[in-house]
Structure formats: structure tokens, C-alpha cells
């Protein structure tokens, strides 16, 4: 398995909290993503990066941020969460060509 | 932006039947991947195609990429109960490694 990792993998906070996740790699791939999958959307690109502090928006970037400081970590901010933002938050890597290694995803509830 | 289409939502099939998923797109995708995703953890890659009329087999699955480009079909034979599980496709364009899913179908298998 791709040694990838998600913190927290659950986490409930309250409407209009900050919110970090985490993810982290051991396999030194380039490019980095995160995805957001709610029933009936399968799964959405928020962001994604291509290298160290290089990073560009997906599809569903809105109240989002993203950093990538180090090679090996993936931050995403919600800078101000909302009850639209619950949803199950998944990392993947790649080295490139659409082969994408999945973590084990991180729950976030906002109420 | 491009969307990649796989309906119905839901399909449930009996232990030992084969199955077959399409997804479609309008636009032209260079690469096609088909992930699988086991309940409560994150997708895993089943098997990515190249080459426009490319056919693969991974054991009982075999995928085929549309002579368009702008559709694939992946088959499970002879089901398991341990195909239960939500199956994508995924494109992929240029040289951005930025994919796009389907929405997914939930597969059921009844013993």
C-alpha cells in the first residue's frame, strides 16, 4: 500500500470554525490532491498540487485553501467552515498518467 | 467542464452473474482509469487503458477503452460477494495528471 496518512480522520466542529486536515505522504510523489465525495457528486477535486508550493484549484475550490510547504505535506484549510462543507474528505498522490493512490479519507461535520 | 456519465446509480446482480458498467463522456480523454471503492475506505485503481480500442483484463475484470476516446465499459465476471462496492471511471486529458470521475455506481451482489 502507498504509505499516505489523513489527520483527523473524524472530526466535528461547529459553523464558521477553522479546520485543518492533513495529509501526508512517504512515497515522494509530485502531485498531490484533495477530494471531496458527498452522495450523488462522487468525487470532486478541491485542489491539487504538482510540486512544492506549486497548487492550482479544481472544480470545487470555493472556501477552500491549500498548502504544500514540504514535499511529503498537503494541508487543507477551511478557513471558515459551513454545514455545506460536511463531507468525507479524501488525499490521494500520483506520479502522473491518472494512477491515483487514495487515503483512508477524514469525516468532517460542520453543525 | 467535462463530465464523465455512469447511470444507473445503483445496480444489484446475483452471486455469479456477470456485469457490465459504461461510462460516457462528450469529451475526448487520452487515458481511462476504472477505480473501486470499498465501504468506508478510499478508491483503489482496477485497471487504466492507453490506447484508444484497448482491451485489459485484471482477472475477472476486463475493460475496454472506446474507439472515440470518449467512452469505457468495464465487465465483472462471474461475480463475488466481495465485488460489493462503488466502481468509477475517471479521464484524464493532458499532461495536468488532473482527473475527472463519474459519479459512480454502488454495486450489490445477493448471495
Known amino acids: ?111 | 467542464g467535462q463530465q464523465l456519465n455512469q447511470s444507473p446509480q445503483s445496480m444489484f446482480i446475483q452471486e455469479g452473474e456477470d456485469v457490465s458498467m459504461n461510462c460516457t463522456s462528450s469529451s475526448i480523454f487520452n487515458t481511462w482509469l476504472w477505480y473501486k471503492q470499498d465501504p468506508g475506505e478510499g478508491p483503489v485503481l482496477l485497471i487504466a487503458l492507453y490506447k484508444a480500442g484497448e482491451l485489459t483484463s485484471n482477472g475477472r475484470l476486463t475493460a475496454q477503452f472506446g474507439i472515440t476516446r470518449k467512452d469505457s465499459f468495464l465487465n465483472i465476471s462471474a461475480s463475488i460477494p466481495s465485488d460489493v462496492g462503488i466502481y468509477f471511471c475517471a479521464g484524464l486529458t493532458g499532461a495536468n495528471s488532473k482527473l475527472t470521475f463519474g459519479k459512480g455506481i454502488t454495486l450489490s451482489v445477493r448471495p
Not at chain 1, 510540486?51 to 492550482?56: E, F, L
Not at chain 1, 514540504?70 to 468525507?88: G, M, Y
Open chain 1, 1 to 111: 500500500d502507498a504509505g499516505i496518512t489523513q489527520s483527523p480522520r473524524h472530526k466535528v466542529t461547529e459553523t464558521g470554525t477553522p479546520v485543518t486536515l492533513r495529509c501526508h505522504q512517504t512515497e515522494n510523489h509530485r502531485y498531490m490532491y484533495w477530494y471531496r465525495q458527498d452522495p450523488g457528486h462522487g468525487l470532486r477535486l478541491i485542489h491539487y498540487s504538482y510540486g512544492v508550493k506549486d497548487t492550482d484549484k479544481g472544480e470545487v475550490s470555493d472556501g477552500y485553501s491549500v498548502s504544500r510547504s514540504k514535499t511529503e505535506d498537503f494541508l487543507l484549510t477551511l478557513e471558515s467552515a459551513t454545514s455545506s462543507q460536511t463531507s468525507v474528505y479524501f488525499c490521494a498522490i500520483s506520479e502522473g498518467g491518472g494512477e491515483l493512490f487514495f487515503g483512508e479519507g477524514s469525516r468532517l461535520t460542520v453543525l
